[in-house]
């Protein structure tokens, strides 16, 4: 009977430690994907910026109300 138990909960473990390294693996990708969506953004609110300045500054672009 011990041995059964103590067996049971060595498969456990195992089965969570595939499940910690698979989900360690989806967080690394994850934050990769934020990370070039960041570098994204980034660029379009410069692109932004500089497509306003050249239009001659006098038409900016608004921003949407808090209550949209």
Avoid: F, W
């Amino acid at each position: 009977m011990n041995d059964d138990r103590i067996i049971e909960l060595e498969i456990k473990t195992a089965y969570q430690e595939d499940l910690l390294q698979a989900l360690n693996q989806i967080v690394g990708q994850q934050q990769q994907q934020i990370d070039r969506l960041e570098a994204t953004c980034g660029i379009l609110n410069e692109r932004i910026k500089s497509l306003s300045s050249e239009s001659g500054g006098g038409e900016s672009i608004e921003e949407v109300p808090p209550h949209y």
